[in-house]
């Protein structure tokens, strides 16, 4: 539950979710659109930065892998940046986020997700620390090279493993270092 900033009042009339850049397809889908397409159930622990975990979940939502695939990923797309509500961004590399157990969330324990966790789509990759799991996803953007996300720019690791206790990520970036990469990421969030 924990987050950065207010709970956004997502308004699915105008959600949209797209993929873009290094893709054959590009595409955006509406809400309802987005709704149509097939789900499927994952059972997973999740497992936050603050060291907490929850065990036992079950999140339903659209396999990421099946987005992947109806863009056509060029050869050179090795990256990913998540966007999300507000402005906030995460970073990816593909191998990480193109797995069969990954979802764009929907449900949680049968229930739609509430605002506070994420409603009314997250990212779901429960085999990174969850601040990977960006809430009020919109969309992907492909890359060949790594761009910080939000939490990233400001000290997170690039990748997150739990298993590798990669929590944060070394050296602190330097202004100049935060402003480029918040200027690539303010170009790619629309």
Known sequence: MLHYGDVPMVDTDKWTFRVSGL?????SL???????????TVHC?????????????????VPVQDLLQ?????????YCLVVAEQGFTTNLPLSDLDRPGNLIALDWAGEPLTPEHGGPARLLVP????WKSAKWVRGFELLDDDLPGFWEQNGYH?????????????????????????NASKKIVR
């Open 127 to 130: 085999h990174l620390y969850f």
């Open 30 to 40: 509406t809400w309802d659109e987005f709704q149509a397409l097939p789900r499927k």
């Open 70 to 78: 109806r863009a056509g990923l060029k050869k050179e797309a090795k």
């Open 158 to 182: 690039m990748r997150g493993d739990p298993w590798k206790e990669e929590r944060y990520g070394g050296r602190g970036l330097t202004q100049h270092e935060i402003n480029k990469f918040r």
């Open 23 to 27: 893709v054959d397809r590009p595409f």
């Open 45 to 61: 622990d999740i497992h936050c930065v603050t060291t907490w975990s929850r065990l036992d979940n079950d999140f339903a939502g």
